[in-house]
């Protein structure tokens, strides 16, 4: 009677150590599967550099400043100091595609007068630079000018961008304006731009 105690006794130790293990097995197969999917996805955010997507909305805030027809023919520090003029502006940009976009923006150099000196828009194409935040581009378009003198222009351009992180970044450009009324002139620009 005592020896078939035991081996029940052991049958059923024996059946549920084999369980236990089974399970144990299961848990561990599991938490390396989740493990590995943690890790990968992971690696994916880490490795998701595309600093610049399609249907991106951007906005700027810049610096600007501008010289005359004259000064660009005869450029020197002492002209640029002495006849340019500076100012501040907002943009906004909204990229149709990774690489084609379409942006605005207006500025003021000048408060006593017009608030806004110029507003223009502008079709842009970026050219985005592998996985180093670096994109330069060109841009053209044209606007309205309301101060000193109020005239319609077309303008073209280039410039390049920075990003450090996927929702902000640096830039700086440069257009020249054929005004419609007075002489050509030249508008540089540095600034933040965020991206959404």
Do not use: W
């Not at 060109?138 to 990003?163: L, M, P, S, T």
């Amino acid at each position: 009677m005592k020896k078939l105690q035991l081996c029940t006794m052991t049958a059923i130790l024996g059946t549920l150590g084999a369980i236990y293990s089974t399970n144990a097995q299961d848990s561990t197969a599991t938490t390396t599967t989740t493990t590995t999917q943690q890790s990968a996805t992971s690696d994916d955010a880490f490795r998701d550099t595309d600093f610049y997507r399609a249907n991106e909305l951007s906005l700027d805030a810049f610096g600007m400043g501008s010289i005359g027809q004259q000064t660009i023919d005869h450029i020197s520090g002492a002209r640029v100091q002495h006849n340019g003029r500076a100012g501040a502006g907002v943009g906004a940009n909204y990229f149709l595609t990774r690489y084609i976009g379409i942006g605005g923006d207006a500025f003021t150099e000048n408060t006593a007068h017009d608030f806004v000196d110029s507003a223009s828009g502008n079709l842009i194409a970026r050219v985005p630079i592998a996985d180093t935040g670096i994109a330069p581009y060109i841009f053209g378009g044209g606007g309205y000018q309301f101060d000193e003198v109020g005239q319609k222009f077309a303008q073209g351009g280039a410039g390049i961008e920075f990003r450090f992180c996927r929702h902000a970044g640096f830039f700086v450009d440069a257009r020249y304006v054929i005004a419609d009324k007075t002489q050509n002139y030249g508008v540089g620009r540095a600034g933040l731009r965020l991206s959404f």
